[in-house]
């Protein structure tokens, strides 16, 4: 659209956008610098170059806007003759807002950088304490920039007296245009390093087509569905005491159940990747929640796979933290979808959710709403962006899409926090007027530790009875979804896998997931597994983690294991009885989130499951300690105090040690 302009306006214009444009650019170098001591962690020199790309390309289309915005104020009041010559009110009022903003974002980083929360937390300055109070310096940040502009303002005007002769006006018009030149070239570049970057991430390099056509037809169709943070704990498949699953109890009773299933992480990124490649963090290298695949580990995934075995493979991802891991395998995905999302964070199309950079930005948009709702209370809160059956039913779009044998992965958000049922599941377990928005669940909330310890307590029992409505409607969906494959006839041809990338644990003093305490319902997470035709139900009791995971479905499509892949498939697990334990496997749990992906594993928890123990170690200590695992009762359980043994079975922890050690040569046991 070409818009027709005054000379005048025109420079009115490009000033207001420089204006813009060098506060934007200012805010993000800080933003960049605040972030790049965890961007060290697990990013490539490219994968920076892109990332910093990325995020300058999207201050530059910020400012654009605003700036756009801006202007059409001005233009729309100087048409009022109350309002003649504006400008130069609007000009120093928009100066000083970008300094007040360049002041923040410089002040906001050093103090995020050099003052730990840890250390504020010795003085009692909780999380939204210190954002109340960053809040504060903000508000007077700006009030003072206010003050600053009335003086501008009149700077300006006399400045504008002053270019009389047409020979100044043309020098002021030529230094505008080399600014504006300089901040397009900039701009030019990010768009060609972004557009390269987007354009090689799809490139797939392995050779399509080893097996014959007629082989390729008879394969059957793959469906993995995994939920976020559910734990096993807290569903009545598993025995909890409240029905959240009916649906995923019905779908189980046709289905191989596996009581003693484990994650490979304690939150979403490695534990998503486990299931992708089949292997542990440590030996993909995935340790923190913006990992990628480097190297010769882009192509040593489930989908590539698959993908040269003849599949169609898609993926539609609710949690938009994974999609950078997701978006590293170079197209091994012929279809990547980021789920829907309501609110403005559902924008972005899937190609540029995956894209390094995008989550951060998405996530300070969500903080901002956040800390939005805790100062105005109308601005709460009270229902989720992603609603399950939102991404199931993008599901089903792709599957009515996709033709041949195919492979879909469906990750769904929920019942990841915060815990938001729609109304059709509210008050279900808990009654209303308790914790009924996302800020009413913020964790430093809950815990803070000027309450009691049984008010502490009583609200973290409150979260979990929400948590269970949130899971009550990711089961309804899920429900919803697998009628839509039955009745298509899909459902037939198709091997079916429930799990989850991590639990959820809540305990008397905490709750939530991540970390390096191992609670047992962080880690067992629901293992279901439905043959084509299967009628029967069995429950499997053999100990097994989310590696198993790619092996069960390459055995199925008829493709061979690799090397790399370290776990057996599970579908020759189990008798024609059921309810069995074939062999001692071990589970194996890692933390390693302060590790960097480039460095040697030096740091972090790592917990193994087997025959009836769960044995800890913490890598910088060398303590290790062993539990005995807690049995599942109707009621549940709750994640307390567990019974150590590690005085009474040393020779068990030495074994353990010892087949860790064999497993993982990689980490220092």
């Given at each position: 659209?070409?818009?027709?302009?005054?000379?005048?306006?025109?420079?009115?214009?490009?000033?207001?956008?420089?204006?813009?444009?060098?506060?934007?650019?200012?805010?993000?170098?800080?933003?960049?610098?605040?972030?790049?001591?965890?961007?060290?962690?697990?990013?490539?020199?490219?994968?920076?170059?892109?990332?910093?790309?990325?995020?300058?390309?999207?201050?530059?289309?910020?400012?654009?806007?605003?700036?756009?915005?801006?202007?059409?104020?001005?233009?729309?009041?100087?048409?009022?003759?109350?309002?003649?010559?504006?400008?130069?009110?609007?000009?120093?009022?928009?100066?000083?807002?970008?300094?007040?903003?360049?002041?923040?974002?410089?002040?906001?980083?050093?103090?995020?950088?050099?003052?730990?929360?840890?250390?504020?937390?010795?003085?009692?300055?909780?999380?939204?304490?210190?954002?109340?109070?960053?809040?504060?310096?903000?508000?007077?940040?700006?009030?003072?920039?206010?003050?600053?502009?009335?003086?501008?303002?009149?700077?300006?005007?006399?400045?504008?007296?002053?270019?009389?002769?047409?020979?100044?006006?043309?020098?002021?018009?030529?230094?505008?245009?080399?600014?504006?030149?300089?901040?397009?070239?900039?701009?030019?570049?990010?768009?060609?390093?972004?557009?390269?970057?987007?354009?090689?991430?799809?490139?797939?390099?392995?050779?399509?087509?080893?097996?014959?056509?007629?082989?390729?037809?008879?394969?059957?169709?793959?469906?993995?569905?995994?939920?976020?943070?559910?734990?096993?704990?807290?569903?009545?498949?598993?025995?909890?005491?409240?029905?959240?699953?009916?649906?995923?109890?019905?779908?189980?009773?046709?289905?191989?159940?596996?009581?003693?299933?484990?994650?490979?992480?304690?939150?979403?990124?490695?534990?998503?990747?486990?299931?992708?490649?089949?292997?542990?963090?440590?030996?993909?290298?995935?340790?923190?929640?913006?990992?990628?695949?480097?190297?010769?580990?882009?192509?040593?995934?489930?989908?590539?796979?698959?993908?040269?075995?003849?599949?169609?493979?898609?993926?539609v991802c609710g949690n938009p933290y994974a999609m950078p891991l997701l978006g590293s395998t170079h197209g091994a995905f012929d279809h990547l979808y980021a789920a829907?999302?309501?609110?403005?964070?559902?924008?972005?199309?899937?190609?540029?959710?995956?894209?390094?950079?995008?989550?951060?930005?998405?996530?300070?948009?969500?903080?901002?709403?956040?800390?939005?709702?805790?100062?105005?209370?109308?601005?709460?809160?009270?229902?989720?962006?992603?609603?399950?059956?939102?991404?199931?039913?993008?599901?089903?779009?792709?599957?009515?899409?996709?033709?041949?044998?195919?492979?879909?992965?469906?990750?769904?958000?929920?019942?990841?926090?915060?815990?938001?049922?729609?109304?059709?599941?509210?008050?279900?377990?808990?009654?209303?007027?308790?914790?009924?928005?996302?800020?009413?669940?913020?964790?430093?909330?809950?815990?803070?530790?000027?309450?009691?310890?049984?008010?502490?307590?009583?609200?973290?029992?409150?979260?979990?009875?929400?948590?269970?409505?949130?899971?009550?409607?990711?089961?309804?969906?899920?429900?919803?979804?697998?009628?839509?494959?039955?009745?298509?006839?899909?459902?037939?041809?198709?091997?079916?896998?429930?799990?989850?990338?991590?639990?959820?644990?809540?305990?008397?003093?905490?709750?939530?997931?991540?970390?390096?305490?191992?609670?047992?319902?962080?880690?067992?997470?629901?293992?279901?597994?439905?043959?084509?035709?299967?009628?029967?139900?069995?429950?499997?009791?053999?100990?097994?983690?989310?590696?198993?995971?790619?092996?069960?479905?390459?055995?199925?499509?008829?493709?061979?294991?690799?090397?790399?892949?370290?776990?057996?498939?599970?579908?020759?697990?189990?008798?024609?009885?059921?309810?069995?334990?074939?062999?001692?496997?071990?589970?194996?749990?890692?933390?390693?989130?302060?590790?960097?992906?480039?460095?040697?594993?030096?740091?972090?928890?790592?917990?193994?499951?087997?025959?009836?123990?769960?044995?800890?170690?913490?890598?910088?200590?060398?303590?290790?300690?062993?539990?005995?695992?807690?049995?599942?009762?109707?009621?549940?359980?709750?994640?307390?105090?567990?019974?150590?043994?590690?005085?009474?079975?040393?020779?068990?922890?030495?074994?353990?040690?010892?087949?860790?050690?064999?497993?993982?040569?990689?980490?220092?046991?």
């Amino acid at each position: 659209m070409k818009i027709l302009l005054a000379k005048n306006e025109k420079n009115q214009f490009k000033e207001v956008f420089l204006c813009v444009s060098k506060a934007a650019t200012i805010t993000y170098v800080f933003f960049v610098i605040y972030k790049l001591n965890a961007f060290t962690f697990y990013m490539t020199f490219m994968d920076f170059v892109s990332y910093a790309s990325f995020v300058f390309l999207g201050a530059q289309v910020f400012s654009f806007l605003l700036s756009s915005v801006i202007f059409l104020v001005i233009a729309t009041l100087n048409k009022c003759s109350k309002f003649r010559n504006i400008f130069p009110t609007v000009y120093s009022i928009t100066n000083s807002g970008g300094r007040a903003v360049s002041l923040f974002s410089f002040i906001f980083s050093m103090e995020r950088i050099f003052v730990s929360q840890h250390f504020l937390s010795n003085f009692h300055v909780t999380e939204i304490r210190r954002v109340i109070i960053e809040l504060f310096y903000g508000v007077l940040i700006f009030t003072i920039m206010a003050f600053f502009s009335l003086r501008d303002r009149k700077t300006y005007i006399e400045a504008e007296k002053e270019v009389g002769s047409d020979g100044e006006v043309s020098r002021q018009a030529s230094r505008l245009s080399r600014r504006l030149f300089i901040s397009t070239s900039a701009s030019a570049l990010a768009a060609a390093a972004v557009g390269s970057k987007v354009i090689m991430g799809n490139k797939f390099d392995l050779r399509l087509g080893s097996s014959s056509s007629e082989k390729i037809t008879k394969r059957k169709n793959v469906l993995l569905v995994t939920f976020d943070a559910l734990s096993a704990s807290d569903m009545s498949l598993y025995g909890y005491g409240l029905n959240t699953t009916p649906q995923i109890d019905l779908f189980a009773k046709s289905s191989d159940v596996h009581t003693n299933f484990y994650t490979c992480s304690t939150f979403t990124t490695p534990g998503v990747s486990s299931i992708l490649t089949g292997r542990y963090p440590s030996n993909s290298r995935i340790h923190q929640l913006g990992g990628m695949l480097h190297g010769q580990d882009i192509y040593r995934t489930l989908p590539a796979l698959l993908k040269v075995g003849g599949y169609k493979t898609a993926m539609v991802c609710g949690n938009p933290y994974a999609m950078p891991l997701l978006g590293s395998t170079h197209g091994a995905f012929d279809h990547l979808y980021a789920a829907p999302r309501t609110g403005w964070t559902g924008l972005p199309p899937s190609e540029f959710v995956e894209f390094p950079g995008m989550t951060d930005m998405m996530d300070l948009g969500e903080r901002m709403v956040t800390v939005s709702g805790l100062v105005f209370p109308p601005l709460r809160q009270q229902y989720s962006e992603t609603p399950p059956r939102d991404t199931f039913d993008a599901a089903k779009a792709r599957i009515v899409e996709m033709d041949g044998p195919f492979f879909i992965w469906i990750h769904v958000m929920a019942p990841h926090g915060p815990y938001l049922p729609s109304e059709e599941f509210r008050h279900r377990f808990l009654k209303s007027g308790i914790l009924e928005t996302r800020q009413d669940m913020l964790h430093p909330r809950i815990m803070d530790r000027t309450k009691k310890k049984s008010q502490i307590q009583t609200d973290i029992e409150h979260l979990r009875l929400r948590y269970d409505e949130w899971v009550s409607e990711a089961d309804s969906a899920f429900g919803e979804f697998m009628a839509f494959m039955d009745t298509s006839g899909l459902l037939k041809d198709t091997l079916a896998i429930v799990s989850a990338d991590h639990g959820e644990y809540f305990a008397p003093d905490s709750y939530g997931h991540g970390g390096d305490v191992l609670y047992q319902s962080l880690i067992h997470i629901p293992m279901i597994v439905r043959m084509p035709g299967q009628e029967i139900g069995r429950q499997i009791n053999t100990v097994a983690d989310q590696t198993a995971i790619a092996p069960t479905i390459l055995e199925f499509a008829d493709l061979s294991k690799p090397q790399w892949m370290l776990s057996s498939s599970l579908l020759g697990v189990g008798g024609e009885k059921g309810d069995c334990n074939v062999g001692s496997r071990l589970a194996v749990t890692q933390y390693l989130q302060k590790n960097s992906s480039f460095m040697p594993v030096t740091e972090g928890t790592i917990g193994a499951v087997t025959d009836g123990f769960q044995y800890v170690r913490t890598l910088s200590t060398r303590e290790e300690k062993l539990y005995l695992l807690e049995k599942f009762t109707v009621e549940g359980h709750s994640d307390g105090p567990r019974q150590e043994v590690t005085g009474d079975m040393q020779y068990k922890i030495e074994s353990i040690r010892e087949e860790l050690r064999i497993k993982f040569p990689e980490i220092n046991i």
